[in-house]
């Protein structure tokens, strides 16, 4: 008892959900909306799914190994502070790149930036011109909803054909006023092959020269195996590079704080206190996304020269990770090496191998995971494609947070009305119907209903999963076998999702990528309850339970025995007393 009052719970406790709170901010300002950067830079699905597929799964190695070293080399701290540092710069690299082979789009612009007469049209068209020898001809095609096409000087090099529609604020290459429309298009002919091939190698050699000035500069040998390879696949691979780059120095951040501050706490005997600070990291989530979300949709459309606002969302994640370096440094950790070996996930995997329910838990959240993925990683590009900007996106994602988060106010009643295995079940449905709903957007703010049934696809879901692992897991396992349920879904499903969701919609497109993670998650959800009750029921004995149990069973015991043992005492005294005094008379 006395070790415990040197610890002051409390303050530990205040300063555990500070961190939870603003780690989940500072991701939540980035994180959303990195696939939407990167379809604006000019990636294609197959290889925005390929790069944050790979990101998963580095994930889902590097985190519990780097997690283990440092807590062998005692090292926490010094992890906790350079992969803050680390991952704020090298976020920031990702800006260097310029965008290839497609026009820039700026496409969520807010009407006012645009600074044009409220009665002008602001709807941009992108010209197709197709051209054959001897004639010119130009058909009109609208798209997507647009507000604004700008063409940097890393701008696609054309064969045929170089249109390019601007309304409102042009690039400055373009031209020097930027109230005009503008419409330019360089035709080519037999007349004027010259000309198309003079501005294709003027344009290639813009291309090139940063390029080429980085390697002189850098001396990096890589880029000579990337020379030969064209503009899209170079940029590709260089983001791939700085995404891997970024995902070793970020991930083992969670897993070390976590270790750190539960063992803290488990110290002080308070370790109970410690999952309340997950519902501090969901709120700080949902103000980050929305809150990111609103600010950069007040700004102009480029922040700077050829950079977009959504670049704005790389500097808020480096202003936050800032804020957040004095709570890391004074974060209370604790060192307890005789604890969480590192065969202790091996142990968790064999506890769940071992339960038929715990089995056909674990495969719901890796099917949860794939379709997350697909949520995660395309839904904004499904909203822009429909007129949705920044505002609509962040809010959107900041009610599907806060739906989560309000589901351990109805839980309780809940479980008294449904089982935990029927919770599951309706759970992943849910998800399946949200995806079905996302395939059919119509509106900017189509998506926010749907958002709403995150109470049950995320909130209630993982309320089931947690109530499996304390069936499953014996005494301390309880924290493993939740980690190997998570590494399930969010890293190894999250991983396989994203390398077939990117496929799925370069070859069919975004609608009927939802589709099909809805009925293939609704086809689960349909046979998971005849499994459930098919399958065994092995309840195994929560052994910390038990202990706490038979501990205070024994306390009891023992006060009882020393009143027994006092009460004895105190009447043989008294009978001494009483003889010691007639001896005396």
Not at 300 to 322: D, E, K, M, Q, S
Request: include cysteine.
């Amino acid at each position: 008892m006395k070790r415990n009052k040197q610890i002051n719970i409390r303050h530990a406790l205040a300063l555990a959900g500070t961190f939870s709170f603003l780690s989940c901010c500072t991701k939540a300002c980035l994180l959303p909306f990195l696939t939407l950067y990167f379809r604006q830079l000019g990636l294609n699905p197959a290889m925005t799914g390929i790069i944050m597929g790979t990101k998963h799964l580095v994930s889902l190695v590097w985190s519990p190994l780097a997690a283990l070293l440092s807590k062998h080399y005692n090292k926490r701290r010094a992890v906790i502070v350079a992969s803050l540092l680390s991952s704020a710069v090298v976020a920031l690299l990702l800006l260097l790149l310029p965008p290839v082979n497609v026009h820039m789009q700026v496409s969520s612009c807010n009407m006012s930036a645009l600074r044009v007469d409220p009665t002008q049209s602001v709807e941009t068209k992108v010209l197709t011109s197709r051209v054959s020898p001897g004639t010119a001809s130009t058909e009109t095609h609208p798209e997507a909803p647009v507000s604004l096409s700008v063409v940097p000087p890393a701008v696609n090099t054309v064969k045929d054909t170089i249109s390019v529609v601007t309304t409102g604020k042009s690039s400055p290459h373009l031209h020097d006023h930027p109230h005009e429309n503008t419409s330019v298009v360089v035709h080519n002919s037999l007349t004027t092959e010259s000309s198309v091939s003079s501005v294709q190698t003027a344009m290639k050699n813009k291309r090139s020269a940063p390029a080429q000035g980085g390697k002189q500069e850098g001396g990096l040998d890589f880029l000579g195996s990337l020379k030969a390879m064209d503009d899209l696949h170079q940029l590709f691979f260089m983001i791939l590079l700085i995404v891997l780059l970024w995902e070793c120095v970020s991930c083992p951040l969670e897993w070390t704080v976590d270790d750190g501050l539960y063992e803290y706490l488990d110290f002080a005997d308070a370790s109970d206190h410690y999952s309340n600070t997950g519902m501090w990291g969901l709120l700080g989530a949902a103000l980050g996304v929305g809150g990111t979300g609103l600010l950069v949709s007040t700004l102009n459309c480029l922040i700077a020269a050829n950079t977009p606002r959504i670049a704005a969302h790389f500097y808020f994640y480096a202003g936050l990770v800032a804020l957040i370096l004095p709570v890391a440094m004074s974060l209370p950790l604790h060192l307890n090496k005789k604890r969480d070996r590192a065969n202790r996930l091996l142990k968790a995997v064999q506890l769940i191998r071992g339960s038929p329910h715990a089995l056909l838990c674990a495969f719901t959240t890796l099917l949860v995971g794939v379709a997350g993925s697909a949520v995660d990683n395309f839904l904004l590009w499904q909203m822009q494609d429909h007129g949705s900007s920044e505002l609509h996106m962040g809010l959107s994602l900041a009610v599907a947070l806060l739906s989560q988060a309000a589901f351990p106010l109805l839980a309780g009643r809940v479980s008294k009305l449904l089982s935990p295995g029927r919770i599951l079940t309706i759970g992943a449905a849910s998800l399946s119907l949200q995806c079905f709903y996302y395939s059919f957007l119509w509106s900017a703010w189509a998506a926010l209903p749907a958002q709403l049934l995150n109470c049950l696809s995320a909130g209630a879901l993982w309320w089931a999963v947690k109530v499996q692992c304390e069936d499953v897991a014996t005494a301390g396992a309880e924290r493993k076998v939740k980690r190997t349920y998570e590494s399930l879904s969010l890293h190894l499903g999250g991983g396989l999702g994203s390398f077939a969701g990117g496929f799925v919609v370069q070859r069919f497109g975004l609608a009927w990528l939802f589709r099909g993670v809805a009925v293939g998650l609704m086809l689960w959800c349909v046979f998971l309850p005849l499994l459930q009750w098919k399958a065994p029921r092995q309840r195994r004995i929560n052994y910390s339970r038990l202990l706490a149990a038979e501990a205070s069973e024994a306390s009891d015991s023992e006060s009882e025995q020393d009143r027994d043992w006092l009460d004895k005492a105190v009447d043989a005294d008294g009978g001494n007393n009483s003889s010691g005094q007639r001896r005396n008379h």
